[in-house]
């Protein structure tokens, strides 16, 4: 089992945090997706699916997520429900005292039995790979959302 934590502040109220997050049209924003599509009609909630083509180490893969959890301004999570590897995301968001959001997400991944041994190699460009993505959605947020 991967998993990964990473949480950082961005300058945007807690709403305004939540509503980019939950967008599935800024995803691609932000995450290595270069489409994603609605399965399940209505507003995004929990059992929402979505399909999506990611790229992964250089390689691309089509899968499908799950809305797992959907709590606004406080929770959202989603997993892959058919794809190359069980995977996970949760996020959750707290308001700083200065009108900001504390932004934290925590990435699982199970590269199956098969492949567990890959863990310890993998791991190190997962976590870097996070870490421009979190970047990359603290920039887009700041910079396209008003206050």
């Known amino acids: ?4 934590e990473r949480s950082i502040t961005i300058a945007r109220p807690i709403e305004a945090v939540f509503a980019y997050v939950t967008d599935m049209n800024k995803v691609k924003s932000w995450l290595p997706v270069r489409d994603i599509r609605a399965l399940s009609p ?3 909630g929990v059992g ?5 083509t990611a790229v992964f180490m250089g390689r691309e893969f089509a899968s499908t997520i799950e809305v797992t959890q959907y709590q606004p301004t406080r929770l959202f999570a989603f997993k892959m429900i058919q794809g190359p590897f069980p995977l996970s995301n949760t996020m959750t968001l707290a308001p700083t005292p200065g009108g900001g959001t504390i932004l934290t997400i925590i990435g699982e991944a199970e590269p199956g039995s098969a492949l567990s041994f890959i863990g310890p190699f993998v791991t190190p460009i997962v976590k870097k790979q996070m870490e421009t993505q979190v970047n990359q959605l603290k920039q887009a947020i700041e910079t396209t959302v008003g206050r």
């Open 48 to 52: 929402s699916t979505y399909a999506q």
């Open 1 to 4: 089992m991967i998993r990964l």
């Open 42 to 44: 209505g507003v995004i």
